[in-house]
């Protein structure tokens, strides 16, 4: 009889009502659902309300909700202390008057809509930050990118970058200037531009670099627009991030052919005095 005048009571108000006529009903539905306000009757069957509110207190996704305590014995103290200490906001003597039930009721209810809003609000807060944040890291990542590539255009040095598989993302302007590709072309492996005579060379070497995570030096030489071939020293570097994690590879070229030949003019100086 009560519950049916707990529901006409709270009967044309804009929200949900769960019932249970059991403490380990309401604990199965209180793990299901979130709640605004938990009613309690101090004299449920098996494990009392005092008890059943200890419980939820204990439980991260019911901690929160209001209760309120539905009691007869108004006059014990005990009773309300014990209720009080169980998590209890606030009680009502039966037989319960139902404009004070639905006025407390829908007090709960609008603190709890606006914790939900607040909550929300709160969560779209951090959303946006983290948004902004992530834009800003992507502006200052291209900013550098415009950085680093302005300054390897300047430089007479061929500059090329790869990813950490070791693929070619990005071959500065005097790599084109000195091989003849075209910067519109998809980047080809630095190694295919190689002398044949050098090239399965360089492929070894540079897959070892990528799977021991190591620099890559070597002499090898690289055809020029013309055909010709001049000796460059490959230099590549891993570049390593900031959580210590392998990020990218950056590679050069540095024209020593001047300084080869001038080896090769002076080993045959030597051996002609030699003879």
Request: with cysteine; net charge neutral.
């Amino acid at each position: 009889m009560e519950r049916k005048a707990i529901r006409a009571a709270l009967g044309g108000l804009s929200y949900e009502i769960a019932e249970a006529s059991t403490a380990e009903e309401a604990l199965e539905i209180l793990l299901r659902k979130d709640f605004a306000v938990l009613l309690l009757d101090v004299g449920l069957p098996g494990m009392d309300g005092i008890e059943l509110a200890r419980f939820v207190r204990e439980r991260p996704r019911a901690a929160r909700v209001p209760i309120l305590f539905l009691t007869g014995r108004a006059r014990e103290e005990d009773l309300i202390d014990r209720a009080y200490g169980a998590g209890a906001i606030d009680y009502l003597v039966k037989p319960i008057r139902p404009t004070v039930l639905r006025a407390k009721v829908e007090v709960l209810a609008e603190l709890y809509r606006h914790r939900v809003a607040m909550e929300e609000q709160a969560r779209r807060a951090v959303r946006t930050e983290q948004r902004e944040a992530e834009l800003s890291l992507r502006e200052l990542r291209l900013a550098s990118e415009r950085h680093f590539r302005n300054l390897a255009d300047a430089v007479p040095t061929i500059v090329w970058t790869g990813d950490p598989a070791g693929r070619v993302e990005y071959y500065n302007r005097r790599w084109f200037e000195f091989t003849g590709l075209r910067a519109a072309d998809r980047p080809r492996p630095w190694f295919s531009e190689l002398h044949p005579d050098d090239r399965e060379r360089a492929r070894a070497a540079w897959e070892a670099a990528i799977a021991e995570v190591r620099m890559l030096e070597g002499e090898f030489r690289l055809r020029a627009a013309d055909g010709s071939y001049r000796w460059q020293l490959c230099r590549a570097m891993p570049e390593i991030g900031p959580t210590g994690k392998m990020v990218a590879w950056i590679g050069t070229f540095t024209d020593i052919e001047d300084s080869k030949r001038a080896e090769r003019e002076r080993e045959e100086l030597y051996q002609r005095a030699v003879e």
